[in-house]
Antibody
Framework: QVQLQESGPGLVKPSETLSLTCTVS??????????WSWLRQPPGKGLEWIAY???????NYNPSLKSRVTISLDTSKNQFSLKLTSVTAADTAVYYC?????????WGQGTPVTVSS | QSALTQPASVSGSPGQSITISCTGT?????????VSWYQQHPGKAPKLMIY???NRPSGVSNRFSGSKSGNTASLIISGLQAEDEADYYC??????????FGTGTKVTVL
């Protein structure tokens, strides 16, 4: 059974960079034809897809966030990561990592991130 | 890339069937058979209920089914049960390898 776990700071200051890591267990991020994604959900609002990465290195980003987002894979640690620059209060959300692109069978539990000074 | 439109709320009595619609455009829902549906209970991660319009993952009750007509996809829950009370979100491929979610629907079991 594949399991995912997000980690990172719960509080980020405005204009700084949000960095999150997703650790995968029960499967390898470097094997199989799988995509690995980040999604988020602002408080009381709906889900938003942020980005995905394939183990071939292929990446794709939500056009509304593309200029501020980087997704990367660390096969040695069986992790993938998200960096979101120049954050504002609008980036306050629960951030989820998941396996897949388009449909997501395995999800992390989510990690809340607040942007505030 | 605008969010897909879902009704804010749908309700039904136990045992009844309800339908949740997800309306997009000819550039997303109408163009591809890549619609998925998620159930989310408060404070929990979403759970995949339907993928590729009408396919159920292993372990998901056959009371949940999906369909699509034109630019609108639908999730049908039959034999409504108390445990089905949750938020539901649709998701669609939206060209250029991007994806868009629906606005979400709160299902209430009366």
């Amino acid at each position: 059974q594949v399991q995912l776990q997000e980690s990172g700071p719960g509080l980020v200051k405005p204009s700084e960079t949000l960095s999150l890591t997703c650790t995968v267990s029960g499967g390898s991020v470097s094997s199989g034809n799988y995509y690995w994604s980040w999604l988020r959900q602002p408080p009381g609002k709906g889900l938003e897809w942020i980005a995905y990465i394939h183990n071939s290195g292929t990446t794709n980003y939500n056009p509304s966030l593309k200029s501020r987002v980087t997704i990367s894979l660390d096969t040695s640690k069986n992790q993938f990561s998200l960096k979101l620059t120049s954050v504002t209060a609008a980036d306050t959300a629960v951030y989820y990592c998941a396996r897949g692109a388009g449909w997501y069978l395995y999800w992390g539990q989510g990690t809340p991130v607040t942007v505030s000074s | 890339q605008s969010a897909l439109t879902q009704p804010a709320s749908v309700s039904g009595s136990p045992g009844q069937s309800i339908t949740i619609s997800c309306t997009g455009t000819s550039s997303d829902v109408g163009a591809y058979n890549f619609v998925s549906w998620y159930q989310q209970h408060p404070g929990k991660a979403p759970k995949l209920m339907i993928y590729d319009v009408s396919n159920r993952p292993s372990g998901v009750s056959n009371r949940f089914s999906g369909s699509k007509s034109g630019n609108t996809a639908s999730l049908i829950i039959s034999g409504l049960q108390a445990e089905d009370e949750a938020d539901y979100y649709c998701n669609s491929y939206a060209s250029s390898n991007t994806y868009v979610f629906g606005t979400g629907t709160k299902v209430t079991v009366l």
